[in-house]
């Protein structure tokens, strides 16, 4: 489709060198049946310019491209109503190119706020000279938590400050509604207890929904957009929000094991195989259960969890199986995972996902 749209915007800036020609006589143009000026016929030739430059940077994937194009749609618009008769037509590609433009720049505005947030998270964040985690950081945990830990490979390595993930999978949004393929980015601040999550969604055949979800300072925000320009969610900052944005870090602690060790979490064995944990920031707390096989490998997570972010969203059973694992830069975590909900009228699986790539203690620069 980028071919596409690339060939839509070279035609189109070919298609204003004709009013240029047209203008200064350089060759007969019949389709043209309507005098240009010189002047006019300048106007036409720097349009062409604009829509040149806009292909150009479009396919050198410039994320600005859509500015060029937008001020190009505009001039080329006002030409096509001035010499209506004659290039009428001309405005079925200025309205392709519009709403392509107008999609670009809806992800141009997410990903500024997606880069901006998460500077924030790890402002002031140390990823050089970090403590070891050893045997003593372990004494109170319960022993089949001590057994994860040493499953997991944790121990004589740093501990885990930062972490950058990308996930594959699909989901889905009702009980029997269409699988919808996704891929997403994720990053934590496990000192803050704090994360940014991004998705693009394969909604439809070429429209995409694009989303954010968000932890910070024990708040959650939540952020879905169809073609990057329509809201279809946009919770946050309410006590259910917050709460389910919790849950979830608490759960995804899976994939950094050593965040296990902070002290804003705290852990009370139930039985030989499964402890209780409570995640507490800024005097908030969750909690859920860890589920471990008998050699101390993570089975599955669960915990009770608004179910949406709305005032009347109920407290439902929110379940996390591990269904493999891998090993990333030496440490074991399960790294596909299918999430249920289990609700009075049935289990509703709506996401299975994949951990592709995982990094520790690394920081991307934003600037």
Known sequence: MK????????????IHLLGFAKAFQLTEITQLTQNISKPIGMLWLFT??????SVTIFLLKKDWWFVVALIAVIISQILIIVFWKDAKYGTIANSIILLV??????????????????SQIFQNIQVKNLPITSE?????????????MQNSGVLGKEKMVSVHLIQIGK???RPKGKWMSFTANQHFNTHTSAFIWTTKVKAMPMIQMIGRDKLYNGEGEMLIKLAALIPVVDEGKNDKMNQGAMIRYLAETCWFPSAALNDNITWKSINDTSARA???INNKSVSGIFTFSDE????????QRYYGGKNDSKLEKWYVEMLSYKDFDGITIPNKSSVTWKLNDGDFNWLQLEIIDLEFNTLVNFE
């Open 3 to 14: 071919f596409v749209f690339g060939f839509v915007l070279l035609l189109h800036a070919l």
């Open 48 to 53: 062409a310019i604009l829509f040149f430059i």
């Open 101 to 118: 433009s107008m999609i670009a720049y809806g992800n141009y505005q997410f990903n500024k706020m997606v880069k901006q947030e998460t």
């Open 136 to 148: 003593n950081d372990m004494n109170h945990l319960p022993e089949i938590v001590k057994k994860w």
């Open 171 to 173: 989901m889905r949004t």
């Open 278 to 280: 409570t995640l507490t």
């Open 296 to 303: 101390g490998n993570l089975m599955s997570f669960e915990a």
